[in-house]
């Protein structure tokens, strides 16, 4: 075909398609060499970065990891530096300092609306120290609580749900491949011979990558029922809830939060939710009480549902 | 003065050799960098066997006597032998006499060569009909694709198919085109060999008896009024020289013909099923996921080859649509292309439960993209050409030809800058192994990048180490040790909670750790990572 047979148009079209797909592969091949220059943890001096940890970590601090896809492996490379009972995978809100572990500079979601106070660098790690502008302590962790001096846990068909889950603190469970967990917490409670059916405080993360540390609620009835008999006086309870097995078809499960037996909030639970906090307000908990967390799930398969759930 | 030209088919018979030495010398150097993967330790076994049958043989007569022969064929089986053995041969001389060659390189080397046929072979299929720029074209693109390239270097199962089903092209075309006796005789001959490569080709027949229909579908109507079924020219004489071939590379049929022969009928056509993940769930029973051979393809091609393709397939179904091709050649060979990328990709979604293959062979369907990219840039080149504004025909052609270098040079660097995790190279622009990651679509590593981490456990200087490694097959550690990567003895163990070390990669992964580390309090030090594009793809891990 010859030139002249093109009209201008066509030809300015053509010229466009023949541009583009030179242009194409310049940037494939620029999307490979930024991707290459991405930081990697191979190249974080470990001991450097626990001694700088070190000094800069308070007890009482939130330590807290970016990417949250690496976040797990970046608070490996902390390993015994990182105090046992140190805060992570916590609902920041209540803390009035965290400690950012961010391998290439992104800044951790979870500490948005927070002021820097210091960065220091670590090869590609950036160690930065957050304060809270607006802290709001926490009275009660109902995680934290999961005792089983302080707590009662119950299961059954609604809406009795009386049949109590057995506490036991021995050996793990595997648990089947399928499930977000390889095994159960040896601090279980255990409703059903089902080695998933257990109440206990696991780590998950959400379809976002967020992770929390949050109570793993299932069991072999459609009704568990976790009771703190003995909560302190608070006015706010903070909860967050997420379908443990995301990739469930259609799980169909209600939370309701009881208060001195009084019914104060109900919330549907759907697989796509994720650790985003809601607060109820529990005014009748104003001089404490007793607490009650209450999972119906009303779909064929009974999936777990996690939750995090502190009392301000 | 006029200089004497070489004959056309001396030009085309150079051309194959040096993509047959290039693709045998890439193959060779990402192979020296890539560790044994998980499906490949049975064929390396049956290899070494072989290899060693050759050597205890103290004649060649004596290799013809039966009981030896059983025996080193065991480890082979029903499946394929030609490949175990070219690799047999070659490391008894280059490893076990001399030590010319690792041992894994030495016992990958007979399925090195043949599945370096594939790129040449690809020239062979498309040049008759699309000339050699073309085909060049098409080899190259068929060549940089990083995942494919993974898989060639390696001893596999799915590229030794890919090479029977392109031998068999390779002459099925020139039966169509020539028409004379010769074609269909090689082409039955080829069959028989190609078998004994791949029993998959036996799937190839019936693209090839749709092919013929669709080419010859003006003479339907009087074939069934007379009775007839167009079938491919070959299919007589494959039915008398095919087995003839067959039996002769497949020394294991030899003996016991008739019972073994149902054997290797019954496993080439029974169902085939790895437990794969696949959209986040493991799947190992039917349905198997419909659409996986198409994203996997798809995710693995370069972004240019994609798009190219797309063009390729554009300009054939307009070319149908407008009747302007005057070629019927070519408007067959493009048939042929599309019926056999269609066959690939589709299988897993109409195979039923008893014939399925999972996970896909989605690099059976990578030369018949690269050849509908070359059709598409072979259209952009003669637009190009059309509006390049010069009436220099040099310069118009090292113009194209430098556009055309920067395409394939940005493919090629994709693929051959970092074999070790080659398993993850997923077209950049689509997002590329984070992406995938974070998809759950696909998974990101293949087990042999677990190498990268040898050198860390190594560095404990402990004798010996308990491991778990949910992801990689216990296999894989002996066979780095004997491939001489390390020395710690690795005792492999199925519960994490007794061993000392965890190599894991993914959420599953991640979720393990947190497990451990809510069980003894502090978290498991992390020694090594292997990574890519800034993703973690596998992480080493010090439990106590």
Known sequence: MCPQEISPRQRRLRAAIVLALPLLAVADLGAILWARSRPSLSSVPSQALRDAFSASYRAGDLVVASPPSLATPALSLLGSALPQNAFTFADPSRFERALELSLGGPRSRDLSGWKQADEKRVGPVRLRTWVNPKPLPSRFDLVASLQPNDVRVTHGPSPSAGQPCSFSSSNETDLPPSSPLPWSPRARFSCGKDPAAFVGAVALEDRRGILRRCIWIASGSDTVRVTWPRVPAGTLLRTAAIVAAPLAPNPNAELRVIVNSALVAQRQIHASNTFEPVDIAVSALSAGGELSIELEQRSGALLPICVEATLR | ?544
């Open chain 2, 1 to 544: 003065m006029k200089r004497p030209r070489l004959p056309s088919w001396a030009g085309d018979f150079a051309l194959f050799l040096a993509l047959l030495l290039g693709s045998f010398l890439l193959l060779s150097v990402v192979s020296s960098a890539t560790a044994p993967g998980i499906r490949e330790r049975q064929l390396l076994q049956a290899a070494r066997s072989l290899g060693l049958w050759l050597d205890r043989a103290p004649s060649v007569a004596s290799l013809l006597e039966t009981s030896s022969r059983d025996a080193a064929f065991a480890s082979v089986g029903a499946r394929p032998a030609m490949p175990a053995l070219l690799s047999g041969a070659v490391w008894r001389v280059a490893s076990l006499h001399h030590h010319w060659f690792l041992e894994t390189y030495a016992l990958r080397s007979g399925f090195l060569l043949l599945q370096s046929l594939a790129i040449p072979l690809i020239y062979l299929v498309l040049q008759p009909f699309r000339g050699r720029p073309a085909a060049l074209i098409a080899c190259a693109l068929a060549l940089f694709v990083p995942r494919s390239l993974h898989l060639l270097a390696t001893a596999s199962l799915d590229a030794l198919a890919v090479v029977a089903w392109l031998l068999v092209l390779a002459g099925y075309v020139r039966c169509v085109r020539r028409g004379s006796l010769r074609w269909p005789l090689v082409t039955a001959a080829l069959f028989g060999f190609a078998l004994s490569i791949s029993p998959a080709v036996a799937w190839l027949v019936v693209v090839l008896v749709l092919h013929t229909l669709w080419i010859r579908r003006k003479e339907l109507r009087q074939c069934a009024r007379e009775g007839m079924l167009p079938v491919p020219s070959a299919t007589l004489p494959a039915l008398v020289i095919a087995p003839i071939t067959f039996l002769a590379t497949m020394p294991w049929l030899w003996r016991e013909t008739s019972v073994r022969g149902r054997q290797f009928a019954l496993s080439a056509l029974a169902p085939s099923v790895s437990p794969t993940s696949y959209a986040g769930t493991l799947v190992s029973a039917p349905p198997f996921p419909r659409s996986h051979a198409l994203r996997e393809l798809s995710a693995s091609l370069p972004t240019i080859t994609v798009v190219l393709a797309g063009a390729g397939l554009a300009m054939i179904a307009w070319s149908w649509w407008r009747a302007r091709r005057a070629n019927p050649d070519r408007s067959g060979l493009a048939a042929l292309v599309v019926l056999c990328l269609l066959f690939a990709v589709s299988w897993p979604a109409i195979a039923p439960a008893a014939l399925a293959v999972y996970p896909p062979r989605w690099i059976l369907a990578v030369p018949f993209a690269a050849a509908l990219a070359a059709e598409g840039a072979m259209t952009a080149l003669s637009m190009a050409s059309d509006l390049t504004a010069s009436r220099s025909l040099r310069l118009r052609r090292a113009l194209l030809a430098s556009g055309l270098a920067l395409v394939i040079g940005t493919i090629a660097l994709q693929s051959i800058r970092s074999p070790l995790t080659l398993g993850a190279a997923f077209a950049p622009l689509f997002g590329g192994p984070s992406a995938m990651r974070e998809s759950h679509t696909l998974a990101v590593h293949d087990p042999s990048m677990a190498a990268g981490l040898v050198d860390a456990i190594d560095a404990l200087g402990r004798p010996s180490v308990s491991l778990h490694a949910p992801e990689i097959g216990s296999d894989l550690w002996d066979s780095l040790r004997s491939a001489g990567r390390f020395r710690t003895q690795i005792r492999v163990v199925p519960n994490p909670r007794d061993a000392d070390l965890l190599v894991v990669g993914g959420p599953a992964g991640d979720a393990l750790v947190r497990s451990v580390w809510g069980r003894s309090g502090t978290p498991p030090q992390l020694l090594s990572t292997v990574e890519r594009d800034g993703e973690l793809l596998l992480a080493l891990y010090r439990v106590r």
